[in-house]
């Protein structure tokens, strides 16, 4: 079966001019040469102070640009960490419902209010909390806890 064919089976749609621009965009922002040219850049503006004798202008220049370049990555980064969160979601959303013995009521949790998230919570500390006496017991602290 062809990419393109499984494509079509799971409903995947190629993304959207903004999401191809955020992903690349925040990609090309990682790397370590669009940082050494940022510290250029910042470099370059300090060498020049003396030159524009530290005006208001010369600070205005660095701190517009740098709050205009700001401002923008922030929905760039967001919107790339946002697809990535959601990508990993769904795939432990898969891993669960494909693990025998595997809670499906676990499924989907990140959109349960906190009060129900914090039930969850406790009851799988407990769970650690007896693993970890067992062991030390020498019992595994492998398999599941029902009976």
């Known amino acids: 079966m062809s990419f393109r064919h499984q494509k079509e089976i799971l409903g995947i749609h190629t993304s959207t001019w903004y999401s191809r621009f955020a992903k690349s965009a925040s990609h090309f922002c990682g790397r370590p040469r669009t940082f050494a040219l940022a510290v250029t850049v910042i470099v370059i503006w300090i060498v020049t102070g003396p030159v524009f004798a530290f005006s208001n202008t010369w600070q205005l220049v660095i701190n517009t640009g740098t709050t205009i370049i ?19 979601q769904i795939k432990l959303d898969e891993l669960i419902r ?27 500390q407990a769970l650690a909390t007896t693993a970890r006496n067992e062991l030390n017991q020498g019992s595994k602290d492998t398999g599941t806890p029902e009976p």
């Open 98 to 124: 494909a693990t025998t013995g595997a809670h499906n009521a676990l499924l989907d949790l990140e959109e349960l209010e906190e009060e129900t998230l914090d039930g969850f919570r406790q009851k799988y």
């Open 70 to 88: 700001t401002f923008l990555m922030v929905f760039l980064i967001q919107n790339t960490q946002n697809r990535d969160t959601e990508a990993i």
